[in-house]
């Protein structure tokens, strides 16, 4: 019963690159959140994604950002043209339905920026 | 708009020690969430407290859920090494703060043997 993946777990881009970081739900799950984590403080809530549906955005700067998550395969989320101060992990998480809020994390994706 | 708020930032014990973490909320909430993050991991649900006085224990872990339903802890008793880490609170939205769950900033245990 595989949990939450993300991949790639690290990730080293150069300024002005893009990052493409992906995330596959726990099995039966339809609802995927990413948050953005500095080091040494808390989650940042980005977007919350269901099938083919970005529902809640608010969270995610409006320029260079995107999120994805399409009916086959995993959700996207996409850095273009990445400045230093993206470096941080981005963790993706998944429920199994609107209104169960417990979230399950996957492992993170930590970015560089150099 | 809601906010989630944990007190202290930081604690430091030593081993055997015990310790407590606070969450209070500007908002009444449906349920409170704690979760763990080991340094270098990702957040581990821990458990999901849902009645006013609740009171929940893992192990050496009390979770409590205030009678107003807008703050809770977390109570660790005599530490271990393995308790290292960030541990959060976080709050369902209600209608005016959106889908996510709110998260507190996290407050850091760190454990000396």
């Known amino acids: 019963n595989a949990g939450v993946m993300q991949n790639p777990r690290h990730l080293v881009r150069r300024r002005g690159q893009e990052a493409r970081l992906r995330c596959s739900p726990m099995?039966?799950?339809?609802?995927v959140y990413w948050y953005r984590q500095l080091p040494e403080e808390g989650l940042k809530f980005m977007v919350y994604?269901?099938?083919?549906?970005?529902?809640?955005e608010s969270g995610m700067p409006k320029e260079r950002f995107s999120a994805e998550f399409p009916k086959e395969g995993p959700s996207i989320l996409r850095i273009q043209q990445v400045v230093r101060g993206d470096s941080a992990a981005y963790f993706c998480?998944?429920?199994?339905?609107?209104?169960?809020?417990?979230?399950?994390f996957g492992p993170g994706t930590r970015l560089l920026v150099l | 708009g809601q906010q989630v708020m944990q007190i202290p930032q930081y604690q430091h014990v030593q081993e055997g020690e015990d310790f407590t973490t606070y969450c209070n909320s500007s908002?009444?909430?449906?349920?409170i969430q704690w979760y763990k993050q080991r340094p270098g991991g990702h957040p581990v649900f821990l458990i999901q407290?849902?009645?006013?006085?609740e009171v929940k224990k893992q192990k050496r872990l009390t979770f409590q859920f205030g009678e107003a339903k807008k703050n809770s802890s977390l109570h660790i008793t005599a530490t271990q090494t393995t308790d290292v880490g960030t541990y959060f609170c976080?709050?369902?939205?209600?209608?005016?703060?959106?889908?996510?769950?709110?998260f507190g900033k996290g407050t850091s245990l760190l454990v000396t043997p």
């Open positions: 998480a998944s429920s199994p339905a609107f209104g169960d809020w417990t979230q399950y």
């Open positions: 099995k039966g799950h339809s609802h």
């Open positions: 994604l269901q099938k083919e549906n970005i529902i809640d």
């Open positions: 908002t009444t909430l449906s349920n």
């Open positions: 407290l849902v009645k006013s006085g």
């Open positions: 976080a709050g369902p939205p209600n209608s005016n703060s959106g889908y996510a769950l709110n």
